[in-house]
């Protein structure tokens, strides 16, 4: 709670990049890779085109 009262008042959450997860965690922690392979399994080409690592 902290962070986001900090985040409020500052605009800015420099101050705690010791405490957040990268990008790369977050996408993992909500299972992004594993719904980007379902999406490279099932695509049938009239989609849109997901490189592998995006």
Known sequence: MDLMIHLKETGRT???MDKMITFEE???L???PEIR???????TGRNI???AGK
Do not use: H, P, S
């Not at 392979?37 to 695509?43: D, L, T, V």
């Open 14 to 16: 420099n101050d705690y």
């Open 26 to 28: 977050f996408n993992k």
């Open 30 to 32: 909500i299972g992004l």
């Open 37 to 43: 392979e379902i999406e490279r399994k099932y695509a």
């Open 49 to 51: 085109v997901v490189e």
